[in-house]
């Protein structure tokens, strides 16, 4: 029950964020999500409905080697590679979309990630 609680609850914190945020071709938006384990994000142009990059540190198949690199670090290099794609498609600005997460740990990381890889949030 707590869980179902707390989803619903970062749900309705997305609602209240998504109202006020919108992507365009210009500056697109950023939405991010974060899992247990793993952390995505996609750049999203709101106007046109369309996707224009996606990213995550999910590497497909389970390894059994463990890496010692820790969450907000795998965040950080995620960032910093989406911001080399952005940067290819020739987005230098974008709004961040946090997803009803606070602005701390992972998503803090990414946004870092993002802000060093030389995008303007």
Request: aromatic content about 6%; proline content about 1%.
């Amino acid at each position: 029950m707590k869980v179902k609680i707390k989803q619903e609850n970062r749900a309705r914190r997305h609602k209240r964020i998504r109202a006020i945020i919108k992507g365009t071709s210009e500056r697109p938006r950023i939405a991010v999500f974060k899992s247990n384990q793993y952390i995505y994000a996609q750049v999203i142009d709101d106007k046109a409905g369309k996707t224009l990059v996606s990213i995550s540190n999910y590497g497909g198949k389970k390894s059994k080697v463990k890496t010692k690199i820790k969450k907000s670090e795998a965040a950080s290099k995620t960032g910093e590679a989406l911001a080399e794609k952005m940067k290819k498609m020739g987005i230098t600005e974008a709004v961040f979309d946090r997803g009803g997460f606070k602005f701390h740990g992972r998503v803090k990381a990414l946004a870092e990630g993002l802000r060093k890889g030389g995008v303007k949030i």
